[in-house]
């Protein structure tokens, strides 16, 4: 089994970081000096994946652009001699084959997936949500790959989360296979606190068999009212053809601000070209706080709260 299609849905409407992404798609929004989709496809790259299809959705015009040439830029860059930014520019669009569709309404994850139909064909696929960016040393999605062929099955990609954090995602029901890999018995979307098979949550990626789409054709819409694949996974899982990768990389959700703001920060400081500005700005901005904390800290202590002093306290 050789898996080399990926789809990366990018329909969404990025609410978690209006008004951002009310003109910019969220899959746009930088990570230092790249676009979050641009490490997206980097990983299918880097997994063996030679045709990607992007889900688009409208005001999402910027992500055929990024990936495409662009004569009058490169032009000006050779005119100037700016050879290292040239190959920046021209890499983009020369990463993979890039095509796209439009999921024209916004019927969920599973119907963004099952519009995919067309370009998969028969083939197993990958699936790379634009949110989440992983960083380690073996691809995340080659992690599945390889468990979804050793297996001959559809694979997902899992971590262990918190209790209070697993109502928010998917919780898998799983038997033990080897090291890191599990049989996928089950799976609920955001289980209320009673219905949490384990803390065990698909994050991000995934690599299916073609039959998923027979399931989503006729997948009834389930949490919020959409199409939800986790309930076309639950049935892969109860004809006994998924595994659980509990992957070795460290996932980084850049849909919100506090996660966005983490992965720019990480990121930033593993670029040798940033890090040492970087990390002497945090330094000193940190000591900074701490100073001026213990300074009202310790005026507060030596007058006392309402002493009259004429400072806040």
């Known amino acids: 089994m050789k898996v080399r299609k990926a789809v990366i849905p990018a329909a969404g409407f990025g609410t978690r970081m209006l008004p951002a992404t009310k003109s910019i798609p969220k899959e746009m929004l930088p990570i230092v000096d790249k676009p979050a989709i641009h490490y997206i496809v980097e990983e299918a790259v880097a997994s063996g994946i030679e045709d990607i299809l992007i889900v688009t959705g409208r005001g999402k015009h910027a992500l055929d652009d990024y990936f495409d040439y662009t004569p009058d830029l490169e032009q000006s860059l050779m005119r100037s001699n700016k050879s290292a930014e040239l190959e920046k520019v021209r890499h983009t669009a020369e990463m993979a084959n890039i095509c796209y569709v439009r999921q024209k309404e916004i019927k969920g994850l599973g119907h963004a997936v099952w519009c995919a139909k067309s370009f998969v064909g028969d083939e197993p696929f990958a699936v790379l949500l634009g949110d989440d960016i992983m960083f380690g040393h073996t691809p995340v999605t080659k992690q599945l790959i390889d468990a979804a062929v050793k297996y001959h099955s ?55 068999l073609p039959e998923i789409f027979d399931i989503l054709e006729n997948t009834p819409p389930g949490f919020g009212g959409e199409i939800q694949l986790t309930d076309g996974l639950g049935a892969l899982c109860r004809s006994g053809s998924m595994v659980a990768v509990d992957f070795d990389a460290r996932r980084y959700d850049t849909g919100n601000l506090h996660g966005y703001l983490e992965t720019v920060i990480d990121f930033a400081l593993r670029d040798p070209g940033v890090e040492p500005w970087l990390r002497q700005f945090l330094t000193d901005k940190v000591r900074g706080f701490l100073m001026s904390d213990y300074i009202n800290n310790k005026h507060t202590h030596e007058h006392g709260d309402g002493c009259g002093c004429g400072h806040d306290h």
């Open 154 to 208: 559809s694979a997902v990609g899992a971590q262990e989360v918190s209790l209070e954090a697993i109502t928010g995602y998917s919780s898998l029901k799983i038997e033990s296979l080897e090291e890191r890999v599990f049989k996928a018995v089950d799976v609920v979307e955001k289980p209320t606190p009673d219905k949490v098979f384990s803390q065990y949550a698909i994050l991000g990626r995934y690599v299916l």
